[in-house]
Each structure stands twice: as C-alpha cells, then as structure tokens.
C-alpha cells in the first residue's frame, strides 16, 4: 500500500534529486518547512492544496510523518511532486506506545536514507498530552537521536512542556547535528539555550494571534535562526484562523513578520530560504 501515489497511479523508477540539486531550487519564495499533507483532512482537494501555493508564492513546503505508515506517505507524495514537496520520517511521541523505534528500524531506515527525506521527524517529547508512556517517548527519542547521528541528518523536534528533558537527552546523546524546534512556543531562555545548541527556531500561524506574546521571543531569535511553518491543518494563521490551515497559508504568517520587523517580504523570503539551504545542504 506504500507504493500508491497521491496523483493517483503507482510511481516507479522515481527521479532521485541530490541534496545540492534539491537545495537550488529553494531560493525563491517562501517555504512552508513543516506540514502534515498526508492528513486525511485533505483527501478531497490534495492536489487543489498543492496548486494552491504558487499564488501565495510559496515554493515549497516539507510534508512531516508521525508514524511509519504516514512517513511512507509523505514520501510518495514527494515522489509525485519533486519540484514541490520534500518530506521528514519519524515517529511522534503520540504513537510511542503503538510505535517502538526497534521494531520499525527497517522501515524507517530505508525512509531516512531516500534524498528526498531532509530530516528525522516529527520527534521529541510531549508532557502536556498523555497519549503515550514518557518512557516509550524517551527510549524513541533517543533512539531516533542515535539513528540521526548515524546517518548524519538533522531533526525536527516536538516539544510540548518537555523541554528539559528534551535538552537532556540530546546532551546525553551528543547531539550535535542540530535541526528544527518546530512550531516554537518556548519562552526567550529556551529560544536562546536552543539556538546555542546549533538549531533553529520554527514560528507557526499561532505567531499571528492577537494575544500572542511569540513575537516578543521571535525578535530576541537572530534571523539567521528563523524559520516559519504551518503545521497544517492545524494553527491557521490570522485572519484565517477557524478555518482548516494549508501550506499556501505560509505567505500570511511570512507577510505578518515581515510587516512586524520593518522588513519586505522579499528580504524575509530570501533570509528564511536561505536559512533554510544552511540547515539541509549537508
């Protein structure tokens, strides 16, 4: 069931994209580094969601797994559409408890060494919600951290009131490839401690919100650490937020910074792609 495309026929003898090359067509637009576009919430209209963001100028956007059948399916639509789509494959804290990293490692593996896969993800921790064992977590995350240095990539980090055990463990596993603390919602400390550690700060559609004090943390983060998302379909930006979010909606989040920091979009898009190209280039 892995091998069925999003665009409706079976994709074989799939175009491999080095990462340089892959890299080079980042430069313009604006870029939607964390989605879930596998959500079922989109099979009526994927495809419509997909045209959709070249009339917010967005260029590209990363579809995220959070479990070994979504990673699959995050990869095959980035085999549909290269030009648009990269992908992430991890296993969420959610599926902890369903999902032991050992038991997936081949899967995974193979997801984790295709060019198109930019980084391990989404992993991490989440101490808000109690959908897994914090010991199921923890051993996934640490073993998602050990096969990341392994293979050299960066991850994509979910943190929901864990992020000093989050700090631990990558102390303890010596992590030093850096990645993604997605959707940041931490406060200057933690925005500061993370950028020290090599990675980079993500600010979602939830930036937008009227009483949002994420600003105010956004502008202590150095710009060559920003990076912005949708984590669609959820957190939709202002002034759109009740409706179902999509990686075109981006631009909304990208044009209220910009305007926020005296900047033109165009300066910001340039910046945030170029941040970008640093962080998955290697």
């Known amino acids: 069931m892995h091998e ?3 665009c409706g026929r079976l994709k074989q003898n ?3 994209i ?4 892959m890299v080079k067509l980042f430069m313009s637009g604006w870029i939607d580094t964390h989605c879930h576009i596998t959500d079922t919430i989109y099979n009526k209209d994927r495809l419509e969601v997909l045209r959709r963001l070249t009339d917010r100028q967005v260029s590209r956007c990363v579809s995220l797994g959070v479990d070994t059948a979504s990673s699959f399916l995050a990869r095959n639509l980035a085999r549909c559409h290269p030009e648009t789509v990269l992908f992430c494959a991890g296993i969420h804290p959610h599926e902890s408890d369903k999902e032991p990293v050992e038991s997936k490692i081949e899967e995974l593996e193979l997801l984790w060494n295709d060019p198109q896969c ?3 993800g989404e992993i991490g921790l989440d101490f808000f919600r109690d959908y897994a064992e914090v010991v199921n977590q923890e051993h996934n995350f640490r073993l998602q951290l050990q096969c990341a240095l392994k293979i050299g990539k960066p991850v994509v980090i979910h943190n929901r009131e864990a992020a000093d055990r989050i700090l631990e463990l990558l102390n303890e596993c010596r992590f030093d490839i850096g990645g993604i603390f997605h959707c940041f919602s931490g406060d200057e400390k933690l925005a500061r401690v993370v950028i020290d550690r090599g990675f980079y700060v993500s600010f979602a559609g939830n930036i937008t919100y009227e009483k949002a004090t994420l600003l105010e943390v956004a502008k ?3 710009l060559d650490r920003w990076l912005i998302e949708t984590d669609a379909p959820w957190l939709t930006p202002a002034p759109n937020r009740k409706q179902r979010n999509e990686p075109a909606f981006v631009a909304q989040t990208g044009e209220f910074l910009a305007k926020a920091l005296g900047l033109s979009p165009a300066a910001l898009q340039n910046q945030l792609a170029d941040n970008f190209h640093q962080l998955f280039r290697k």
């Not at 080095?18 to 090359?21: A, D, H, I, L, N």
């Open 18 to 21: 080095s990462y340089k090359g």
């Open 14 to 16: 799939t175009q491999e």
């Open 220 to 222: 202590v983060v150095p």
């Open 118 to 120: 930019i980084a391990i």
């Open 4 to 6: 069925i495309c999003y």
